[in-house]
Nanobody, 123 residues
Framework: HVQLVESGGGAVQAGESLRLSCAAD????????MGWFRQAPGKERERVAS????????SYADSVKGRFTISQDNAENRMYLQMNSLKPEDTGMYYC?????????????????WGQGTQVTVS
């Protein structure tokens, strides 16, 4: 079981940027895909973006397309989420997640390993 640790969250004003980082204590290429999820108070945890560790293919939720960019650095065993033009509705706890086997990387249930989360607050 690989531990995932998020960092980079904080409180910002609308229109500003943040860069989240997810550090894995193992090899990121051990995973088939990795992703970022977020959960606002009283709401379901939703996928923000995901990336195939082998192909680098990325996928985004419609709400963040054009503003957020997911990336990975397999040499450093890290995944990133660059968040630009932040909006108040982006507020929530952001989680790093990973899936080991080939398959869907769209839903919360698709991912087996999770970090503890990092808080993002946009006002």
């Amino acid at each position: 079981h690989v531990q995932l640790v998020e960092s980079g969250g904080g409180a910002v004003q609308a229109g500003e940027s943040l860069r989240l980082s997810c550090a894995a204590d193992g090899y990121t290429y051990y995973y088939y895909c990795m992703g970022w999820f977020r959960q606002a108070p009283g709401k379901e945890r939703e996928r923000v973006a995901s990336i195939s560790t082998a192909s680098g293919k990325m996928s985004y939720a419609d709400s963040v397309k054009g503003r957020f960019t997911i990336s990975q650095d397999n040499a450093e065993n890290r995944m990133y989420l660059q968040m630009n033009s932040l909006k108040p509705e982006d507020t929530g706890m952001y989680y790093c997640a990973a899936r080991k086997q080939w398959g869907s990387c769209s839903e919360r249930a698709d991912f087996s390993d999770w970090g503890q989360g990092t808080q993002v607050t946009v006002s």
